[in-house]
């Protein structure tokens, strides 16, 4: 049974472009959640979601972040127009149910921008 | 909003010894978890507390969750080389949809 993958593992951006973090969750997962983790410091909370809707964003940087999980395919964390201070390792987490249950962290997207 | 605090933030041990890490809740949590993070590496899940006062073993690890619901405790006997990495808690209120995770405690071991 194949972990959660995420996709890219290293991704470099310059300023100003765009960035697409990809996570597919554990097969029979349907809660996704996107953390941030800069150098040395804990995990922030982002963003959960379900199949197709948006549960709780409110860790979410108002501008330039998107997420979506649509019905078919992997979560996407869009970073729109990125700065360096959005230089971080993003994770991706899923589970089997909801609200506070176990979650398996995939490998992470080490995020660069130049 | 509610509040995850872990103390202490480094933990500097030598090989063989005990030590303990902290965390305390702001609100009274429906559960509690741990995760461990190797350095480079992603959390993985290694407990859940779920009952007042409960403690739980996995080998040389010991897990413990206070009589309120707000704290909880991990302590490691005889630290060895694979103990290295940083250690999460992250807590669960009825309330709220998401864990909210202490900054870690980020052990290294003096062999």
């Known amino acids: 049974n194949a972990g959660v993958m995420q996709n890219p593992r290293h991704l470099v951006r310059r300023r100003g472009q765009e960035a697409r973090l990809r996570c597919s969750p554990m097969k029979g997962h349907s809660h996704v959640y996107w953390y941030r983790q800069l150098p040395e410091e804990g995990l922030k909370f982002m963003v959960y979601l379900q199949k197709e809707n948006i549960i709780d964003e409110s860790g979410m940087p108002k501008e330039r972040f998107s997420a979506e999980f649509p019905k078919e395919g992997p979560s996407i964390l869009r970073i729109q127009q990125v700065v360096r201070g959005d230089s971080a390792a993003y994770f991706c987490a899923s589970s089997l149910g909801g609200a506070g249950g176990e979650q398996y962290f995939g490998p992470g997207t080490r995020l660069t921008v130049t | 909003g509610q509040q995850v605090m872990q103390i202490p933030q480094y933990q500097h041990v030598q090989e063989g010894e005990d030590f303990t890490t902290y965390c305390n809740s702001s609100t009274t949590l429906s559960n509690i978890q741990w995760y461990k993070q190797r350095p480079g590496g992603h959390p993985v899940f290694l407990i859940q507390l779920v009952k007042s006062g409960e403690v739980k073993k996995q080998k040389r690890l010991t897990f413990q969750f206070g009589e309120a619901k707000k704290n909880s405790s991990l302590h490691i006997t005889a630290t060895q080389t694979t103990d290295v990495g940083t250690y999460f808690c992250?807590?669960?209120?009825?309330?709220?949809?998401?864990?909210?995770f202490g900054a870690g405690t980020t052990v290294t071991v003096r062999a």
């Open positions: 992250a807590g669960h209120s009825s309330n709220d949809y998401k864990l909210s």
